[in-house]
């Protein structure tokens, strides 16, 4: 292998580990407003902004965008095998998970989405960043985390 191949994997490499090891939260800046008729969301989860509809699929696409694969286990997400965090299998069913963010949240859609709003608020250490996301990528994110049962 050549040296530029392994410039390219380390500078990724250094990537992913400061996405995963953020200490300080990062205030999250929504961006829209309110509902979209159209949206495909859980029970008690606003709506979409900026980027169209929120829906799993526009969730599952975010999951892969966001650097969420680096962390953890996602079924039938390509590339989504990081072990950092915990697999997200199941997480969609509360009877199966009845808890998130490491017990401290009942596994609702709003609790799921304040959750990914800005982890190190609820969980202050924890390696999971805030991403600064937007109101629409949250409800999408909650929207594809729910069918995951």
Same mark, same amino acid.
């Given at each position: 292998?050549?040296?530029?191949?392994?410039?390219?994997?380390?500078?990724?490499?250094?990537?992913?580990?400061?996405?995963?090891?953020?200490?300080?939260?990062?205030?999250?800046?929504?961006?829209?407003? &309110?509902? #979209? %008729?159209?949206?495909?969301?859980?029970?008690?989860? +606003?709506?979409?902004?900026?980027? =169209? $509809? @929120?829906?799993?699929?526009?969730?599952?696409?975010?999951?892969?965008?966001? &650097?969420? #694969? %680096?962390?953890?286990?996602?079924?039938?997400?390509? +590339?989504?095998?990081?072990?950092? =965090? $915990? @697999?997200?299998?199941?997480?969609?069913?509360?009877?199966?998970?009845?808890?998130?963010?490491?017990?401290?949240?009942?596994?609702?859609?709003?609790?799921?989405?304040?959750?990914?709003?800005? $982890?190190?608020?609820?969980?202050?250490?924890?390696?999971?960043?805030?991403?600064?996301?937007?109101?629409?990528?949250?409800?999408?994110?909650?929207?594809?985390?729910?069918?995951?049962?």
């Amino acid at each position: 292998m050549n040296s530029r191949f392994f410039a390219i994997a380390g500078t990724a490499v250094a990537l992913l580990s400061a996405a995963c090891t953020q200490n300080a939260p990062v205030p999250a800046t929504p961006v829209g407003g &309110g509902p #979209v %008729a159209n949206a495909t969301l859980p029970a008690g989860v +606003g709506g979409a902004t900026g980027g =169209g $509809p @929120a829906t799993p699929e526009r969730g599952k696409a975010l999951v892969t965008e966001k &650097g969420c #694969v %680096a962390c953890h286990i996602i079924k039938d997400v390509p +590339g989504a095998v990081g072990t950092i =965090g $915990p @697999a997200l299998d199941g997480v969609g069913d509360p009877a199966k998970r009845a808890k998130i963010a490491d017990n401290r949240m009942d596994n609702t859609p709003a609790n799921m989405r304040r959750w990914l709003q800005n $982890p190190p608020a609820i969980k202050p250490g924890t390696q999971m960043p805030n991403l600064g996301l937007a109101a629409g990528e949250l409800d999408s994110l909650v929207a594809f985390l729910s069918t995951l049962k």
